[in-house]
């Protein structure tokens, strides 16, 4: 497997190479603009000292002397158009149409080319013909060559600078985000006490408070998933202890005859309580999976209301409860899964009948609200506590706390319902009833 490169190599080598690209290309433009400038400068410096020498103000032979010495050159046109001067460079710098022009008192200024070296010439006419002065293009910028030198010294120190405190940078972003990868790694490998210092620029803080959020969040889950089980293996355990116990008295020929069908009864009962548990479990783990397939058609939700009436009026009945439906507005349609529909509801009025006492009703309503329908399921039972309506949704929360208080079913009837009605697209929420129980209402889109 190919190794990869850290952050600070990354962002370290990335400072280098913007730096040294930033360091060549201020580097050329400098030179460019020096250069620009000076052999603008020296043009001008050499078109005052041709001015000068064409008006007899410094054609002397001392001035001719200084000029020299600056390597500047110069060179006499005659008016029959002969250059002459002791300097090649100035005496081969016109040609003939160019002195031509001095001669008709044009004044030139011009960068020419003279064996091959780069001059710059200025020509002026004079009252015997012209002068022509010239001077090599790198003699002149002999100062702006020593600046130029002195920019790109200054340049190199500032990109080695740059990329010294771009390793720095690399250095201090980075190590934070080795501590925080260190701390994901032990989350992965079971530790849950972690906890990373948030430190260096927002960005990196902001994923060592994430990490331990979710070390935090991790925790509570795995001793929340640790409750259920110990409460899920608390329940397998009691009817499996009676089927157990029962099935060796009657192995033992310990049963009178007569007590049979008592044992039976008792037997089938605790059979059904764990194959519902067992259901139950099986639903939450395929709906955790998103292994429930959602069929999506068009219905009538009247009819799926008065379906599921008729059924729990007769079970409501048998029980002393009074049931009764309210459709709201008749002929309402909705897209959804019909089958899962009616597992939500019935998952709920189970949840429902089991606490209301005989006497007391229970109501499933049909609302729109907008862009949605609301089902609730309305009880004169218990009800719930606020505290309740906050986990009524968790795994065994409200089992666990009413166990021996009140019917409890396996715990995880409104776990389901939850996770059914958000594969659905929709959501569920627990509050107060009007009948004085609870009310448990699901909202779909209306689509």
Do not use: K
């Not at 962002?11 to 913007?18: D, H, N, Q, S």
């Not at 390597?71 to 002969?82: L, N």
């Not at 009178?256 to 067992?278: C, F, H, K, M, Y």
Request: glycine share 10%; with cysteine.
């Amino acid at each position: 497997m190919r190794r990869r490169r850290s952050l600070a190599f990354r962002i370290g080598l990335l400072t280098a190479v913007v730096s040294v690209l930033t360091g060549v290309i201020a580097g050329l433009l400098g030179a460019h603009l020096i250069r620009s400038a000076d052999t603008d400068g020296a043009q001008q410096s050499l078109s005052r000292v041709a001015t000068e020498l064409a008006s007899g103000a410094g054609g002397t032979v001392r001035g001719r002397v200084v000029l020299r010495s600056l390597r500047v050159s110069v060179a006499d046109i005659s008016s029959a158009g002969v250059v002459t001067g002791a300097n090649p460079l100035s005496r081969n710098a016109l040609d003939t149409g160019q002195v031509r022009r001095v001669l008709a008192g044009h004044a030139l200024g011009l960068r020419e080319t003279v064996d091959g070296v780069s001059v710059l010439v200025q020509a002026r006419p004079t009252s015997t013909g012209g002068i022509v002065v010239a001077q090599r293009r790198s003699d002149a910028l002999s100062v702006s060559n020593a600046e130029i030198r002195r920019l790109l010294l200054a340049l190199l120190v500032a990109v080695l600078v740059a990329i010294g405190l771009g390793v720095l940078v690399a250095r201090r972003v980075a190590r934070p985000l080795r501590r925080t990868a260190a701390a994901a790694h032990a989350l992965a490998a079971g530790s849950r006490g972690v906890a990373v210092v948030s430190e260096g620029p927002a960005e990196v803080a902001e994923v060592a408070e994430a990490v331990n959020t979710l070390a935090a969040h991790l925790g509570a889950s795995e001793a929340r998933q640790r409750e259920f089980l110990l409460s899920v293996s608390h329940d397998l355990r009691t009817p499996l202890t009676a089927i157990t116990g029962y099935a060796e008295s009657m192995a033992d020929g310990l049963v009178p005859a007569d007590r049979v069908p008592e044992i039976g009864r008792t037997l089938s009962g605790e059979a059904q309580r764990l194959s519902r548990l067992v259901g139950d479990l099986l639903d939450l783990a395929r709906l955790e999976a998103q292994d429930v397939r959602i069929e999506v058609v068009d219905i009538d939700l009247g009819e799926l209301l008065h379906a599921a009436g008729q059924v729990w009026s007769e079970r409501c009945s048998r029980a002393g409860v009074a049931f009764s439906v309210d459709q709201g507005a008749p002929g309402q349609r909705l897209a959804t899964d019909p089958t899962r529909l009616r597992q939500v509801l019935d998952g709920l009025l189970e949840n429902a009948l089991r606490v209301t006492p005989a006497g007391r009703p229970i109501v499933l309503a049909a609302r729109r609200s907008p862009g949605a329908v609301v089902l609730e399921i309305r009880d004169g039972g218990p009800g719930l506590t606020d505290d309740d309506l906050r986990v009524a949704f968790d795994r065994s929360a409200l089992y666990d706390r009413y166990r021996g208080v009140r019917q409890v079913g396996t715990g995880l009837g409104l776990a389901i319902v939850h996770r059914l009605v958000e594969r659905l697209g929709g959501s569920v929420a627990a509050g107060h009833a009007p009948e004085g129980g609870a009310c448990f209402a699901v909202t779909l889109p209306a689509g």
